[in-house]
């Protein structure tokens, strides 16, 4: 289970709505357990050659925010991107892109009539959904 606090919910979704037609993306912080709880969002740039329908994190910004993230006690607990037309689950392109095994990789999908969050982790070679739990 993913456990999101309103304000972390929201901050998804309006940076979803706001970057689009591009997927935005970042990195997540809090406490990695059972459950996970997210705590806090780090965006990052989306540097992919196509932003409307793929998201990369350049190394060097992703390796910054790592260490951003670990100096304030916290733990990475997974990635975020969002789906502006796509899909409310990972793509085919998600599952070949994907690399940290038992993280959490966040989807905010604005494809519907309401914005949807969902949470999947990556097992290696496929993705596990999981609970995402309000708070």
């Known amino acids: 289970m993913l456990v999101l606090s309103r304000e972390v919910y929201d901050t998804?979704?309006?940076?979803?709505?706001?970057?689009?037609?591009?997927?935005?993306?970042?990195i997540l912080a809090g406490t990695q357990g059972s459950p996970t709880t997210v705590e806090d969002t780090f965006q990052a740039e989306n540097v992919a050659e196509t932003p409307e329908t793929n998201y990369e994190i350049h190394p060097e910004e992703q390796l910054e925010i790592m260490e951003k993230i670990e100096d304030r006690g916290q733990d990475v607990v997974g990635f975020y991107h969002s789906h502006p037309e796509?899909?409310?689950?990972?793509?085919?392109?998600?599952?070949?892109?994907?690399?940290?095994?038992g993280y959490a990789y966040v989807i905010v999908s604005l494809n519907g009539a309401y914005p949807f969050v969902g949470s999947w982790r990556w097992r290696g070679e496929a993705f596990d959904p999981e609970i995402v739990h309000l708070e």
């Not at 998804?12 to 993306?25: D, H, N, T, Y």
């Open 86 to 101: 796509g899909p409310d689950h990972p793509s085919e392109t998600d599952a070949a892109d994907a690399t940290w095994d």
């Open 12 to 26: 998804l979704v309006s940076r979803a709505r706001r970057g689009r037609p591009a997927e935005i993306c970042g």
